[in-house]
């Protein structure tokens, strides 16, 4: 069954304390894997695609990388408004999404 | 707009209640999407059009869930008879191509819907 899967549920930081998040697929063939970051109240806004093992992409304190079956979001430095949920959704015939992880970054 | 639109964003409906959730996609986009999400969850799939062609209507839990874009523009998510279960946010995405690669999804902010 196509899946994808993010951990942790949660995570808090203190500002300027760097981590990464992850995300694990089960969807063959994929097309590719999306980046989304979910404010309250929002709908998710798109941030990254990568596309193939070995792809990194960045922006800002963001950076995403990709491996044959999972995918992290390393956040560097964070500062109280990376504060958000962010999604990972893998596409093969539909988007798949994972429930994701919802950060705090304390100042 | 520049984004996509959705109407309304809160809605009160009483059980047994239809209602009819709204969506504006971004001009020119080809590809539209419905979705679910309740609290604390990830988007879960409902429906897919591709234009006014609805390709892939597997997400939707009940034959009380029925959605339509005639014009391949505006669309519309009806949900005949609410239930308490129904109760979430519908998120509606459009993006510009087909293919499931090349072109992410933009998001509208949502209808909340509540079910009493």
């Known amino acids: 069954e196509d899946q994808v899967t993010q951990s942790p549920e949660a995570l808090r930081l203190q500002e300027g304390e760097s981590s990464s998040l992850n995300c694990s697929y089960t969807?063959?063939?994929?097309?590719?894997l999306f980046w989304y970051r979910q404010d309250p109240g929002k709908g998710p806004e798109f941030l990254f695609t990568?596309?193939?093992a070995g792809e990194e992409k960045e922006k800002e304190r963001l950076k995403a990388t990709l491996t044959k079956k999972e995918s992290f979001l390393h956040i560097t430095a964070p500062k109280p408004e990376d504060s958000a949920t962010y999604l990972c959704?893998?596409?093969?015939?539909?988007?798949?999404f994972g429930s994701g992880t919802k950060l705090n970054v304390k100042p | 707009g520049a984004g996509v639109s959705q109407s309304p964003r809160y809605k009160v409906a009483k059980r047994g209640q239809d209602v009819a959730l709204r969506c504006d996609p971004i001009?020119?986009?080809?590809?539209l999407f419905w979705y679910q999400q309740a609290l604390g969850q990830g988007p879960e799939f409902l429906t897919y059009?591709?234009?006014?062609?609805?390709?892939?209507k597997s997400g939707l839990p009940s034959d009380r869930f029925f959605a339509e874009r005639p014009e391949g523009s505006v669309s519309t998510l009806k949900i005949q008879r609410t239930q308490q279960e129904d109760s979430a946010v519908y998120l509606c995405?459009?993006?510009?191509?087909?293919?499931?690669?090349?072109?992410?999804?933009?998001f509208g902010n949502g209808t909340r819907l509540t079910v009493t």
């Open positions: 995405a459009s993006s510009l191509e087909t293919g499931f690669r090349n072109s992410p999804l933009h």
């Open positions: 969807v063959s063939g994929l097309r590719g």
């Open positions: 990568l596309y193939s």
């Open positions: 959704a893998a596409s093969f015939n539909k988007f798949y």
């Open positions: 001009s020119g986009h080809v590809s």
């Open positions: 059009f591709q234009n006014e062609a609805q390709l892939d």
